[in-house]
């Protein structure tokens, strides 16, 4: 019993993903960037998030706005 629940455990603790990619183009240049994807697991999640926040508002101090993916 108690095995099966380490490898549940295990496997939830390594399960990763990725972020979706944030478009954004800047409307006087027609310029395109992306951040992202970015990977996530359950122990840095909280790093990526803020990459992901850094790299957007990065941008948008350039004048580069949102946009649909």
Same mark, same amino acid.
Request: hydrophobic content about 35%; charged content about 20%; glycine content about 6%.
């Given at each position: ?6 490898? =549940? ?8 993903? #990725? #972020?979706?990619? =944030? $478009?954004? !183009? $800047?409307?006087? #240049? !027609?310029? #395109?960037?992306?951040?992202?994807? @970015? @990977?996530?697991?359950? =122990? ?6 803020? !990459?992901?926040?850094?790299? =957007?508002?990065? @941008? ?5 706005? !949102?946009?649909?993916?």
């Amino acid at each position: 019993m108690s095995r099966s629940l380490l490898v =549940i455990f295990a496997s939830i603790a390594l399960a990763c993903c #990725t #972020t979706s990619a =944030i $478009n954004l !183009r $800047n409307p006087a #240049t !027609r310029q #395109t960037a992306k951040c992202g994807p @970015y @990977y996530i697991d359950a =122990i840095g999640s909280h790093a990526q998030a803020d !990459r992901e926040a850094r790299c =957007i508002d990065d @941008y948008h101090r350039q004048g580069f706005e !949102r946009v649909p993916g």
